[in-house]
C-alpha cells in the first residue's frame, strides 16, 4: 500500500496542464477584477448618468 502511494506522490505526469490550468483562471479573475474596477472608475469620471 506504501509503494502505491509513493508511486502516486512521485508521479507528475499531469502537472503542467493543472499549472497552466491554473495560471488561466487566476488571469481570468485579474482580469474580470480590472474590467470590474475601470468601468466603475469610467463611469464616475463621466458623471452623466442617466440615474441622476
Do not use: C, K, Q
Not at 19 to 41: H, R
Amino acid at each position: 500500500m506504501f509503494t502505491a502511494i509513493r508511486t502516486f506522490i512521485r508521479d507528475e505526469t499531469g502537472i503542467a496542464p493543472i499549472e497552466y490550468g491554473l495560471i488561466a483562471a487566476i488571469i481570468v479573475v485579474l482580469a474580470t477584477i480590472a474590467v470590474s474596477a475601470a468601468g466603475y472608475n469610467i463611469h464616475d469620471l463621466m458623471g452623466n448618468s442617466r440615474d441622476n
